[in-house]
């Protein structure tokens, strides 16, 4: 007898402005949802072309990104191949555009970006792009909007007014290892502890958030917006 495929309760949308991103932000939260949510990855770009002209490198990463989909078992991401460490150079409407067609498409009830006050400039212009596409109309999808931290950029942010403080948790006991092992396909990017992306720092991370919530591990995110 043939089993029967029922559709999945929640979509998520994850709007990540370079690979590796989507594991240091909420790695741990993919795992946990994904058996019960259908999850689609967006990234803004590939994350190596700022650093010389590197082509080898660039296909390296997306292969590595593309097999770590297919590990976790989720879809395979999409990439938007805007100019890396350099999106402030393309208007913002062309970004918002491209975001907003795959949210028409997809149709999510939660999405997971980037924070406003991250130090790179990818990740706050991403965030600017999906709260821009995300404007509240009357037919939209979106009910939760949530912003994830990315370790050496969201805690080096100049702008200390507005540190990272999250105010949403989800406890990623049961996936901690799950997340320091996606995050070893992305090897080159990690550093050596005490560097804040080291494995142990990742782990350290997830260790304090939990603290603040009464778990043992868990990843913190800031609630930008809900809708019951």
């Not at 105010?167 to 804040?196: C, Q, V």
Request: net charge positive; proline share 4%; charged share 30%.
């Amino acid at each position: 007898m043939q089993k029967l495929k029922y559709p999945k309760k929640n979509k998520i949308l994850i709007v990540a402005a370079h690979p590796d991103d989507e594991i240091l932000g909420c790695g741990g939260t993919i795992i946990k949802l994904k058996e019960e949510s259908e999850i689609n990855v967006i990234f803004m770009t590939d994350g190596v072309s700022a650093r010389g002209k590197h082509a080898k490198k660039k296909l390296i990463r997306r292969k590595k990104c593309e097999r770590l989909f297919k590990y976790l078992k989720i879809n395979k991401p999409i990439f938007f191949n805007l100019p890396d460490n350099q999106m402030d150079k393309v208007p913002l409407l062309k970004i918002v555009k491209k975001v907003e067609n795959k949210i028409t498409k997809f149709k999510p009830d939660t999405i997971f970006t980037h924070y406003s006050e991250c130090l790179n400039i990818d990740h706050k212009i991403t965030y600017q792009a999906v709260l821009t596409a995300c404007r509240p109309l009357k037919n939209s999808t979106v009910k939760k909007i949530l912003s994830f931290e990315i370790l050496s950029s969201t805690e080096w942010s100049k702008n200390k007014n507005k540190a990272f403080d999250p105010n949403y948790f989800i406890d990623i006991t049961k996936a901690i290892e799950g997340k320091i092992n996606a995050l070893k396909f992305y090897k080159e990017e990690l550093r050596e502890y005490p560097h804040s992306r080291s494995l142990k720092g990742v782990k350290a991370l997830a260790r304090f958030r939990g603290i603040s919530c009464g778990k043992n591990y868990a990843e913190g995110f800031y609630l930008n917006r809900l809708i019951e």
